[in-house]
C-alpha cells in the first residue's frame, strides 16, 4: 500500500518566519515519520526581498501554483523599513486568504504547562473566530485630493449577508462541538448598519443551535473580559479587524505572541487551507536567533488535524508542552529557537 502524501506549500517570508518555518518543518517531518505519512514541502521565496527584486509579492501566476497544494505553512510577511506594510500584506497574506475562501481564521488562547501569563486566572481555553475574508479588510476605498488641505480618504468596511451568516454558521458549530458558549462580538451601539445587520443574524441562527448558549457582547467589554474573567469564555467569533485586535490580546495573556497559533480554513474544502502564526516578521528580534518557534509549530500541528493526521497532531503539542513543562520557550528570549526546537524534538 502506498504512503499517504500531503503536499505543502512553505511561504516562509520575511523576518523571524524563516527561522520559525524550519523549526516547525522539522517537528512536522518528525511527527509524519513516527506516524507514517509523508510531507512534501514545496518552498516559495515570496517576500519583502521577493518585492524589491521583482516589484510584487508573488508571481502574478502565484494563487494559481498554491491551488494545486494541500495546505500552505506561511511563517511571517512584513519588512517596513523597505516595503510599506499595507504593500506587503496585501501583496500576499490577504489575496491568499480571499482567493482561497479561508473565510474561518482560527486562534486557540490557552496557557501551555510551564508559562506564565499575566493574568490571575490561569485556567482558561477561548477559541477565537476571526472572519477573515471581508469586513474591515475589504480593501475598498480611495483617496482624492492627494496632499492637499482638501485630501479624503475613505475605506469601506464590506459586510455580506453570505460572509456574516457563514462565519457565525462556522462559530455556532464550534461551541457546540466545544463547552457550548458562544460570544458573539460587535459595536453595535457605534456601528449601526454593519454590526446591528451582524447581530440580527447572530439571534437569527441561535434559533438552529438551541444547545448553544450565545451571547453578544461590544468589542470593548469582550476586551475587559478577556482579562478579567478570561475563564468565562468558550468561543469568541468576531469581524475581521476586531478579530486580529482581540486576537493580540488573546496572545498577551497566553503569554506572548510566540504562542499564538492560527489557521485559515476554507471550510468547503474546496482550496487549500492556510497556517501561520499570529505573530508578524519581528524585524527588532530576527537577527538575535530567539524567536519562539511554538506558535508555529502549533499551527503546523492546526495543519496535520485539518489534513486529517489528528494522532500526529496530537502527538507535536504532547512534545511541546512537554518542552513548556520543563521550562524551556516558556520565558520571551531567554532560549534560542534552535534549543526550543531541539527540546520539542527530542520530546517528539
Ligand atoms: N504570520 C503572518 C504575519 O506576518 N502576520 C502579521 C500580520 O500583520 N498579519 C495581518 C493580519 O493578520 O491581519
Keep these: 500500500m502506498s504512503m499517504t502524501t500531503h503536499r505543502i506549500a512553505l511561504i516562509p517570508g520575511d523576518g523571524i518566519g524563516p527561522q520559525v518555518i524550519a523549526a516547525a ?3 512536522l517531518q518528525k511527527a509524519a515519520d513516527k506516524a507514517g505519512f509523508k510531507l512534501l514541502g514545496t518552498e516559495f521565496p515570496w517576500s519583502c526581498a521577493f518585492y524589491k527584486e ?3 509579492m508573488m508571481p502574478a501566476d502565484g494563487i494559481e501554483t498554491l491551488r494545486g497544494f494541500d495546505a500552505i505553512l506561511l511563517g511571517a510577511v512584513g519588512w517596513p523599513a523597505e516595503v510599506p506594510d499595507s504593500v506587503s500584506l496585501h501583496g500576499l497574506l490577504l489575496p491568499i486568504r ?27 481555553d477561548i477559541l477565537c473566530i476571526r472572519e477573515n475574508t471581508e469586513g474591515e479588510y ?7 485630493h492627494q496632499g492637499t488641505a482638501d485630501e479624503v480618504a475613505v475605506e469601506t468596511s464590506i459586510f455580506t449577508r453570505t460572509g456574516v ?16 458558549k458562544l460570544a458573539s462580538v460587535t459595536k453595535s451601539n457605534a456601528q449601526k448598519y454593519s454590526m446591528v445587520f451582524w ?6 441562527l441561535a434559533s438552529e443551535y438551541p444547545e448553544v448558549e450565545v451571547t453578544s457582547y461590544h468589542i470593548d467589554a469582550m476586551a475587559a473580559r478577556m482579562v478579567m474573567a478570561p475563564e468565562t469564555l468558550d468561543v469568541v467569533v468576531a469581524s475581521n479587524l476586531f478579530g486580529d485586535i482581540l486576537t493580540d490580546l488573546g496572545a498577551a495573556t497566553q503569554g ?15 482550496a487549500p487551507s492556510m497556517f501561520e502564526p499570529v505573530h508578524g516578521s519581528a524585524p527588532d528580534i530576527a537577527h538575535l536567533g530567539i524567536a519562539n518557534p511554538i506558535a508555529t509549530i502549533w499551527s503546523g500541528a492546526m495543519m496535520l488535524e485539518h489534513l486529517g493526521e489528528k494522532n500526529a497532531a496530537d502527538a507535536i503539542m504532547a512534545a511541546v508542552e512537554q518542552a513548556t513543562t520543563s521550562g524551556i520557550g516558556t520565558v520571551p528570549g531567554k532560549d534560542k529557537t534552535e534549543a526550543i526546537t531541539a527540546a520539542i524534538l527530542a520530546a517528539l
Aim: hydrophobic share 40%; glycine share 12%; proline share 5%.
Design 25 to 27: 518543518w522539522a517537528v
Design 54 to 56: 521583482t516589484g510584487s
Design 98 to 124: 480571499k482567493a482561497f475562501v479561508q473565510y474561518a481564521n482560527i486562534r486557540p488562547h490557552r496557557l501551555l504547562p510551564g508559562v506564565q501569563g499575566p493574568l490571575k486566572a490561569e485556567r482558561f
Design 138 to 144: 475589504s480593501g475598498a476605498g480611495g483617496r482624492v
Design 165 to 180: 451568516e457563514r462565519i457565525l454558521r462556522f462559530g455556532f458549530e464550534q461551541a457546540r462541538a466545544r463547552r457550548g
Design 199 to 204: 447581530d440580527e443574524i447572530t439571534r437569527h
Design 256 to 270: 506572548g505572541l510566540g504562542f499564538a497559533a492560527s489557521a485559515n480554513i476554507n471550510p468547503a474544502r474546496d
